[in-house]
């Protein structure tokens, strides 16, 4: 019982930045993993950036480096920090909520999504 809503996307060109939020609600948002992941078209959706409850964090190769993940538990709210956005970069971005049930079994909650575009 998870409601995420992410804002921030737009227009940028290369080389800009961009910071996404999420605001999560209905669960308890600091026991769960949230993640960032990405859909560009023709392409399958890939994590881009997650931060787990205890706050480790791991990025996918393109990402490392240049976004920083970052979740603040007292307004329930996942960040995703963008800089030297490039043209690959464009995609649909989504925020993703991981709740465990089991050492082995989770349930996923989705946000609608937010444009990213990258100009060259």
């Known amino acids: 019982q998870v409601q995420l809503v992410e804002s921030g996307g737009g227009l940028v060109q290369a080389g800009g930045s961009l910071r996404l939020s999420c605001v999560a609600s209905?669960?308890?948002?600091?026991?769960?993993?949230m993640g960032w992941y990405r859909q560009a078209p023709g392409k399958q959706r890939e994590l881009v950036a997650r931060?787990?409850?205890?706050?480790?964090?791991n990025y996918a190769d393109s990402v490392k480096g240049r976004f920083t993940i970052s979740r603040d538990n007292a307004k329930n709210t996942v960040y995703l920090q963008m800089n030297s956005l490039k043209p690959e970069d464009t995609a649909v971005y989504y925020c993703?909520?991981?709740?465990?049930?089991?050492?082995?079994?989770?349930?996923?909650?989705w946000g609608q999504g937010t444009q990213v575009t990258v100009s060259s």
């Open positions: 931060i787990r409850s205890g706050g480790s964090t």
């Open positions: 209905g669960s308890t948002f600091s026991l769960n993993d």
């Open positions: 993703n909520s991981r709740r465990f049930t089991s050492i082995v079994d989770y349930r996923d909650y």
